[in-house]
């Protein structure tokens, strides 16, 4: 007879219908619950599957007539120290991670465990970088677009068109401004993923060159920790001197 270890193996590799309908017949209470907890998983990666083709529906429109469309998003607008970051993906009909979805909506490991998939599996992939002085120069929204279109202006691919969050970039491309997009097209959450891991990544560097900020783990938002370092160790180069809670750290 199969123990229920082999049983469990099979499971997490790819069972056959016979071998589960053969275990479905088998009277041992822990082969039971090793099957409800199978078809609970299957249920759920279907429902994960089902979502996905929902969140693809603007990439395989424009397949289907030979066109590239690239995914574009931006984290860091609402920090009060750091860069905004774009990022701009390209994929393809063999673009298969099922949990790309809006960024926010994922944790940290999990964040950071699809980015170097995203990397690997993109056609393409871009950063925008545009740093604290210039969106005081220029407002954090002008900033945004720029980090776009550097994002844009760095893929290794010409494509024809644009998925956009929310925003407009500065390209005579066509382009569909989406809200929410991330959560509504798989080359814009994809986008959001890459450009918030880079990003956590810039100010994990921060962090170090300017200790007692918490910019680790807050990412340069006006955490308690943070406004505290603010107020202990002033403004460094890297805040938002035009955003009103360092503003008044300067008068």
């Known amino acids: 007879m199969t123990t229920i270890n082999q049983i469990k193996a099979r499971l997490a590799a790819e069972p056959t219908e016979t071998e589960l309908a053969s275990w479905s017949q088998d009277s041992r209470l822990g082969v039971q619950k090793l099957l409800t ?3 609970k998983q299957q249920l759920k990666l279907e429902a994960q599957r089902m ?10 429109a424009a397949w ?7 995914g574009i998003d931006e984290v860091g607008r609402g920090p009060l120290a750091g860069p905004v970051v774009a990022a701009a993906v390209v994929i393809d009909e ?5 949990e790309v979805h809006d960024s926010k909506q994922l944790s940290e490991p999990k964040r950071r465990d699809l980015a170097a998939k995203i990397k690997q599996q993109a056609v393409a ?14 407002n954090i929204y002008e900033a945004a677009r720029v980090a776009m279109k550097q994002a844009l202006a760095g893929l290794a691919v010409p494509v024809d068109g644009l998925l956009v ?10 382009q569909e401004k989406l809200i929410k997009g991330d959560d509504r097209s798989i080359s814009i959450g994809a986008a959001s993923i890459i450009a918030k891991v ?5 100010m994990a560097a921060y962090a170090v ?5 918490g910019f680790s783990h807050n990412a340069g938002y006006g955490t308690a920790e943070h406004l505290a370092g603010i107020a202990a160790h002033g403004i460094t180069p890297i805040h938002r001197r035009s955003f009103a809670p360092v503003k008044a750290y300067l008068k």
């Open 37 to 39: 907890s199978y078809h």
């Open 51 to 60: 979502a996905f083709e929902k969140r693809l529906v603007f990439e395989r």
């Open 64 to 70: 289907r007539q030979g066109t590239v469309l690239a």
């Open 94 to 98: 063999h673009f298969d991670l099922i």
């Open 125 to 138: 992939y871009a950063y925008g970088v545009v740093d604290a002085g210039t969106i005081d120069d220029i």
């Open 165 to 174: 969050d929310a925003m407009v970039v500065d390209s005579p491309l066509p």
């Open 198 to 202: 880079f990003r956590d990544e810039l």
């Open 209 to 213: 060159e300017y200790p007692g900020y």
